[in-house]
């Protein structure tokens, strides 16, 4: 099937710990994005990328880094977890023009203990 | 700065028309996409406007007035597995930002 998939679905941990979520898509896109949601459903942009390169830093704590080996993978680490990071997040990819409309992936639902 | 508005929430009765308006202020305008969000599940793309006037998709249309920062999206013969939140977006700036509004919860009842 043609997607973006992203695990894990569900990612329970506690306080301090390093997880990392993997997202991968087969739509043959040049761009990918991580976005947040949070409790109160609002989707926030966290980071984009273009063919590898960063495009987009939103003000993101350095905790949080992007790393993409190639244009169909867009991984997103966390270091040190807090309370605070208990939320949704989305990957999604789109072909790059203004008029092309992103494809989000299921979302990985992350509570910090 | 940029600000998406929407209403919270609407309720509708099935078989109604429902409009959800958005308005927007931003830094820049590529264009403004509607997304359709269930609970639980991710967004999925509904509707992109991005020259004024009325865009129609079967039983969804989409409306937009760029000088007036303003947009809408209509819902025709509703049906009950539109129960879902409806989150207006910008093309904003550079990079393909796209910004999102809180969305619009719509509850449609028998």
């Known amino acids: 099937d043609t997607a973006v998939s992203q695990t894990p679905k569900y990612l329970v941990t506690q306080m301090g710990n390093d997880k990392s979520i993997k997202c991968e898509q087969n739509?043959?896109?040049?761009?990918m994005y991580w976005y947040k949601q949070d409790s109160k459903k609002f989707l926030k942009i966290m980071f984009s990328?273009?063919?590898?390169?960063?495009?987009i830093n939103e003000t993101v704590p350095n905790r949080f880094s992007p790393k993409s080996p190639d244009k169909a993978h867009l991984n997103l680490h966390i270091n040190s977890l807090e309370l605070g990071d208990s939320a949704v997040y989305f990957c999604?990819?789109?072909?790059?023009?203004?008029?092309?409309?992103?494809?989000f992936g299921n979302g990985t639902r992350l509570t910090v203990t | 700065g940029q600000n998406i508005d929407q209403p919270t929430e609407m309720t509708a009765t099935e078989g109604a028309i429902v409009q959800i308006n958005c308005t927007y202020q931003t830094s820049g305008f590529n264009g403004l996409f509607w997304y359709q969000q269930h609970a639980g599940e991710a967004p999925t793309f509904l509707s992109y406007?991005?020259?004024?006037g009325l865009e129609e998709k079967g039983r969804f249309s989409s409306f937009l007035s760029r000088s007036k920062g303003y947009s809408y999206l209509l819902l025709k013969e509703l049906q009950m597995k539109d129960s879902a939140s409806y989150l207006c977006a910008v093309f904003s700036g550079g990079y393909n930002k796209l910004i999102f509004g809180a969305g619009t919860r719509l509850a449609v009842h028998p």
């Open positions: 739509l043959g896109h040049d761009t």
């Open positions: 999604a990819s789109s072909q790059g023009g203004n008029n092309s409309p992103l494809h």
């Open positions: 990328y273009n063919n590898k390169e960063l495009i």
């Open positions: 406007n991005v020259l004024d």
